[in-house]
C-alpha cells in the first residue's frame, strides 16, 4: 500500500514485495540466529542478500536486502551510504521494517509513526512524512 501511495512504477512495488520475503532468509543459514542484537542482525540481514543474489540470481533484490539497514545520516551499514545514496527500495524497506516491528509491540499506527520518528536520522525525512500523510488519510 506504502509504495502506491509513493505512485511507485508497478516493477518497484513487485521488487519491495520480494526483497520483504526475503529480508530474513539469512535466518536459513542458521535457525538459531533468532536474537535480534545488532550483530546478529547485520549477519542476518548480509546473508539474506547473498542468498538472493547469489543463490538465487536476483540482483535487484539482493541490491534492495544490502543496502537496508544504511541510515539517512551515514550512520548505518553496511556502507554508511547517506540520503539519496541509498537506493529508495532500500530506504522504503528499512522504514517499513521498523514499523512494522513497532506496530507489532505497540499496536497502534501513530504510536508506531512517533518510535520511527524518535530514531532520528535513521530515516528518509519525506518518506517518514509521507508514511504519516498516509496514515492520517
Not at 33 to 49: F, G, K, P, Y
Not at 75 to 96: C, D, H
Request: aromatic letters at 10%; glycine letters at 8%.
Amino acid at each position: 500500500r506504502f509504495g502506491n501511495y509513493l505512485r511507485f512504477q508497478s516493477e518497484q512495488i513487485v521488487l519491495l514485495v520480494r526483497a520483504s520475503y526475503l529480508l530474513n532468509s539469512g535466518r536459513l543459514h542458521d535457525p538459531l540466529a533468532l536474537s535480534e542484537d545488532s550483530e546478529t542482525l547485520v549477519s542476518v540481514r548480509q546473508r539474506s542478500a547473498d542468498f538472493a543474489g547469489e543463490l538465487l540470481g536476483f540482483r535487484d533484490i539482493e541490491h534492495v536486502l544490502r543496502y537496508v539497514h544504511e541510515r539517512w545520516d551515514g550512520m548505518g551499514y553496511p556502507e554508511g551510504l547517506s540520503m539519496q545514496e541509498i537506493p529508495v527500495e532500500s530506504r522504503v524497506l528499512g522504514l517499513m521494517d521498523v514499523f512494522v516491528d513497532e506496530l507489532y509491540f505497540v499496536e497502534d499506527a501513530f504510536a508506531a509513526l512517533e518510535a520511527v520518528k524518535a530514531e532520528d536520522g535513521a530515516f528518509d525525512p519525506q518518506l517518514v512524512a509521507a508514511l504519516e500523510e498516509m496514515l492520517r488519510g
